[in-house]
């Protein structure tokens, strides 16, 4: 309601936002919350009780939440039992000490440009391939929509339920759903464990997702890619990590600026995939020359930040900093001293050091 009335009067940025629908339960996706009454894992590791289902039969051992509750280090706060395809799931909401990290290379700062032809690239050169689940399971996916509709459907108007068939086809339809979800979450989980366990500062773009998916013919991959859903994991991770991410302006010119001296073009088409910049000569992938800019405007910040203004001290965070820095392209010839190009090196140690933590940190259900 509160962003409903925000959009009627101007105070909230962005397209108008209607008025809020009921959720209905023909609509959503059955989800039930207990924050009272019992809920613990059992002593055999296999069942969860919850207040008035009692005892239910885990598919997967809860042994290591069990552990932490034994040892005082972890307490369960609420539980969240939804349904997905012809699963339910429980998600466990936790307050749990968490041991103070140290990335593998502290001191590594790393710059990661996403993209739809390649998922991220990184500026150490590693190109993740983008998987394309969605594509991958669109003609199946076409298939079983087919079948639904052509079964006897439900109509309410004349209280006519859907025929079996028709509940089969609907099954085999979600199934297929919930499994490109849950392979595009392990992999987008499975590449930001990695890049934040091992870097200490990430450099990100604010991408405008909404404004993207507005383009009808890449629509489909952008949703596919999962750009929010990467931005909001590295997000966590990293401070779980002991490591810090960097959000670059959304105006930062980062595909347009050479990474090799600096020069900024006023134009470039998507469809040019090797940067070639009429300055210096330099020549190289598009993607890569993005997350090598995005890697020295990590060094600005730091620079920004240990001189004698600093953004802490008045409360700014990092986005309205790095929008004050960007502002002011790059000329020809302005890298520093003792430096080639804009993009500083690329260092480290590989040591890990793990202690207690004292303090406490709240876990979502679904992190």
Known sequence: MKNWGDSRKGARKGRLVGFPRLKSRRRSAPTVRFTTGVIRVEADRRHITLPRLGALRLHESA?????????????????????EGRRWFVSLTCEVQRATCI????????????????????????????????????????RLARAVTRCVTPDRRVHRAGSKRWVRAQDALARTNARVANLRRNGLHQFTT?????????????????????????????????????????????????????????????SKTCSGCGAVKTKLALSERTYACTACGLILDRDLNAALNLTALASEVADARSGRESSNGRGADRKTLLAGLVAAKRLPGTAKAGQTGTVPPQGGTTNRVLSKAHGTVTVGGRP
């Open 103 to 142: 990335p593998a290379r502290a001191g590594s700062v790393v710059g990661v440009d996403l993209g739809v032809k390649h998922l991220a690239v990184l500026s150490t050169g590693e190109q993740i391939p983008n998987p394309h689940h969605l594509v991958a399971a669109s003609r199946r996916m076409r």
């Open 194 to 254: 990695r890049l934040t366990r091992e870097h200490g500062t990430v450099v990100v773009e604010d991408l405008n997702v909404a404004g993207m998916l507005r383009n009808r013919r890449l629509a489909r991959h952008i949703a596919d890619a999962g750009f929010g859903e990467l931005r909001r994991q590295l997000a966590y991770k990293t401070e779980w990590n002991g490591g810090r991410l960097v959000t670059a302006d959304r105006w930062y010119p980062s």
């Open 63 to 83: 042994r290591k939440l069990a552990r932490r509750v034994e040892a005082g280090s972890a307490r369960i706060l609420s539980a969240t039992l939804r349904r």
